[in-house]
């Protein structure tokens, strides 16, 4: 299992822009898709963003499309979140994952970080 530890979150106005890091230690020589989940207040967890381990396939929610991007540097084990024009909607405590295969990092995946806040006010 990946050890997961999740930064870069905030208070910024709607419009503005955050960048989520994940920094991956443990098993980190096994190869990991990576994913960023988020949960509001009174909802379930959703998918966000999913990358393969080589980052040449990426996969997105509908509703952050154009606006956020994953991407991952492997030499330091690390994933970010690109969040562009925040929306108060985008409210919500943002989770980094892990998981051997891109499809079952966004379905179950085997290791979560603790979450990081993100709060977008209009």
């Known amino acids: 299992q990946v050890h997961l530890v999740e930064s870069g979150g905030g208070l910024v106005q709607a419009g503005g822009s955050l960048r989520l890091s994940c920094a991956a230690s443990?098993?980190?020589?096994?190869?990991?898709?990576m994913a960023w989940f988020r949960q509001a207040p009174g909802k379930e967890r959703e998918f966000v963003a999913a990358i393969s381990w080589s980052g040449g396939s990426t996969v997105y929610t509908d509703s952050v499309k154009g606006r956020f991007t994953i991407s991952r540097d492997n030499a330091k084990n690390t994933v970010y979140l690109q969040m562009n024009n925040l929306k108060p909607e985008d409210t919500a405590v943002y989770y980094c994952?892990?998981?051997?295969?891109?499809?079952?990092?966004?379905?179950?995946?085997?290791?979560w970080g603790q979450g990081t806040q993100v709060t977008v006010s209009s």
């Open positions: 443990g098993r980190t020589s096994s190869r990991y898709a």
């Open positions: 994952a892990a998981d051997p295969q891109l499809l079952t990092v966004r379905t179950g995946p085997g290791s």
